[in-house]
């Protein structure tokens, strides 16, 4: 089992700067990749960043490529994601989530093993 806790989420004006950490407990996280996804009230839950296992590559929606940077610290065992030029539209509870020896469909839900209790991030205008 591995138990994931989601931290550094609050409010901030738009243009804002807010690093998330999810810091895992119960296994090392060298074997897993690590997701970023998040859900807007009366939304989906979306995929917002990933990151592999073993190579440390990475891929982003669309939305926030430019102004996210999803990264790992083994040793720390905790994923993290930068957001910078915070606007009012990635308002949402933001959760990460692991997935196991894997490095394929990271985008997808379905892929991951383990997923946190979520972090609210709001954007004000």
């Known amino acids: 089992q591995v138990q994931l806790v989601e931290s550094g989420g609050g409010l901030v004006q738009a243009g804002g700067s807010l690093r998330l950490s999810c810091a895992a407990s119960g296994r090392t996280l060298t074997s897993y990749s690590g997701g970023w996804f998040r859900q807007a009230p009366g939304k989906e839950r979306e995929f917002v960043a990933a990151i592999t296992w073993n190579g440390g590559s990475t891929s982003y929606a669309d939305s926030v490529k430019g102004r996210f940077t999803i990264s790992r610290d083994n040793a720390k065992n905790t994923v993290y994601l930068q957001m910078n030029n915070l606007q009012p539209e990635d308002t949402a509870v933001y959760y990460c989530?692991?997935?196991?020896?894997?490095?394929?469909?990271?985008?997808?839900?379905?892929?991951?093993?383990?997923w946190g209790q979520g972090t609210q991030v709001t954007v004000s205008s």
């Open positions: 989530a692991t997935a196991y020896l894997t490095n394929f469909n990271l985008g997808i839900r379905g892929t991951y093993d383990y």
